[in-house]
């Protein structure tokens, strides 16, 4: 998998958690409620559906 | 083989340490074991029987594992994705000890962890990280500028000053000065290592003599300090001729009667002329000067027994000519003066000399800057191919952008000049887009988000 540096996984799992938060369907079965807390989830398994793209 | 080797050797079959020693102690080695029963041996060394017998068979054996060789290991480390310093640092460290295969994989291993952790990630706020690095020690240097440098006699430019001094790349630094190293035939060699120094300091009338003006003869003698001559290997009729040579006199020079002196006498009849020609002679002054020997820019050479070596520290800098007298050993020969390290050796070796000088005036303060902030100054003021001042003549003066400029100094004419030749501004740096209110391209802000097809749900 690609490796992101900490500014682009900080990017991903924002914007991911602003999504889930204005009610995206989530990609992991959990009971967490906090979308930060779930976007970091979905960022350890890799089905955020976000990347990036670098020049 | 002497006694290390055959305990060594015998470890390596597999005979315990205790007794190995016990078989060297006694004045054993490998060889002899060959030859010798179970029952001779147990009385050499006073053991039992068996226990002869067993080191007997294991001495007979093959070593067991052959430890590591040094090539293969070194093979092993160039193909690591490191820095050569850290690789040379690891050739060295691993072969002064012997370690297990597994030990050294563990090594390597947790040195890339490593060498990975520290790495910073790509869009971190570099400069302002080493600007923040460089300048809170810099607020703890003395702002005394004179110190002694470890020689005694030579005045250097240390501290605060000297860090402005780099950053401001002058043409000359306000105390010049160079460390000659000399090559081996010359390097410990007293009488050698003096006799180049007195050719490299640069040597005046006054240096060789005491200067007597006669006003009543209209004459100005120098009578030869013999000593001081010698010395320096010359001769009085050497003396003579560069005074002739180098001064263009309008003045009769002659050897005294006593062949010790030499009589000067101005041609024209005036107490004027006489003044002026004892100026010129008296004067050490590297523009009006005489100069009969070594090199004008290089006031004076002190030697040192350093370490192992004799070292010449001199007040002055002259590295072109200096590098190419005979007995100076080149390669290690340095300067303080940036600016001609840039002249004689290049660009690269004059980013390597800013660098160095900042480690080594920080260092001397007691203050520990990490090495690679230096180098990022170092390569900001050496990218163009010279050597361009921190500040608005060099590396902030010349930036691309007009409102980066602007936002530096004289924001009007830069705008001005700006609006009448229709320049662009790409907003690429960080003050253009804090100007027009834009997320800068640093650490998160230069980040490019990309949508990604949908995935499955997982557990």
């Known amino acids: ?55 | 083989m002497a006694k290390h080797d055959t305990i060594r050797a015998l470890l390596k079959r597999g005979v315990s340490e205790e007794l190995a020693e016990k078989v060297a102690d006694s004045g054993l080695t490998l060889g002899d074991l060959k030859g010798l029963t179970a029952s001779e041996l147990c009385k050499k060394i006073s053991t039992s029987e068996e226990i002869a017998a067993e080191i007997l068979q294991l001495a007979g054996s093959k070593p067991k594992k052959a430890i590591t060789s040094e090539t293969s290991l070194k093979s092993k480390i160039e193909q690591l994705e490191v820095p050569r310093s850290v690789k040379d640092a690891l050739i060295k460290r691993l072969s002064e000890r012997e370690f297990t295969p597994t030990q050294i994989e563990r090594i390597l291993r947790m040195t890339i962890e490593e060498y990975e952790r520290i790495k910073i990630d790509p869009c971190e706020a570099v400069g302002i990280v080493a600007a923040q690095s460089i300048g809170e020690p810099g607020t703890q240097m003395t702002m005394r500028t004179f110190h002694y440098a470890g020689v005694a006699e030579i005045y250097v430019t240390l501290g605060l000053p000297r860090i402005i001094e780099i950053v401001d790349a002058r043409k000359t630094p306000s105390t010049p000065m160079m460390v000659i190293k000399l090559n081996e035939e010359y390097r410990n060699d007293k009488t050698k290592a003096h006799a180049l120094a007195s050719r490299i300091e640069a040597t005046y009338p006054s240096h060789l003599g005491d200067i007597v003006t006669l006003p009543d003869e209209m004459l100005i003698r120098i009578e030869i300090d013999e000593s001081a001559m010698e010395k320096r290997g010359l001769g009085i009729d050497d003396l003579i001729e560069k005074i002739k040579g180098q001064g263009k006199f309008n003045a009769d020079i002659d050897l005294d009667e006593d062949g010790k002196s030499i009589n000067i006498r101005p041609k024209e009849y005036s107490y004027r002329s006489l003044l002026q020609l004892r100026g010129r002679l008296t004067s050490t002054n590297p523009s009006s000067g005489i100069l009969i020997a070594g090199i004008k820019d290089i006031t004076r050479v002190v030697i040192r027994h350093e370490g192992d070596e004799y070292t010449l520290y001199t007040e002055g800098s002259a590295l072109k000519d200096v590098i190419r007298i005979e007995g100076v050993d080149g390669a290690r020969t340095r300067t303080n003066n940036i600016n001609e390290i840039e002249n004689v050796l290049g660009i690269e070796a004059a980013r390597n000399a800013i660098i160095n000088e900042m480690v080594n005036t920080l260092g001397e303060q007691g203050l520990n800057v990490d090495i690679r902030h230096l180098m990022l100054v170092a390569d900001m003021m050496t990218v163009d191919g010279e050597v361009k001042q921190i500040g608005r003549h060099g590396i902030a003066g010349e930036k691309a952008s007009i409102l980066s400029r602007a936002a530096f100094e004289v924001t009007v004419s830069h705008l001005l000049d700006a609006s009448l030749y229709g320049y662009v501004d790409e907003l690429k740096g960080v003050t253009e887009n804090v100007i027009v209110g834009q997320p800068i391209k640093l650490g998160t802000g230069d980040v490019e988000l990309v949508a990604k097809p949908y995935g499955k749900v997982v557990d």
């Open chain 1, 1 to 55: 998998m690609k490796k992101f540096t900490k500014y682009e996984k900080a990017r991903i799992i924002g914007a991911r958690a602003l999504q889930i938060s204005m009610g995206a369907p989530v990609l992991v079965k959990t009971d967490e409620m906090d979308p930060i807390e779930i976007a970091l989830l979905e960022f350890e398994k890799g089905v955020i559906p976000i990347t990036v793209r670098r020049k």
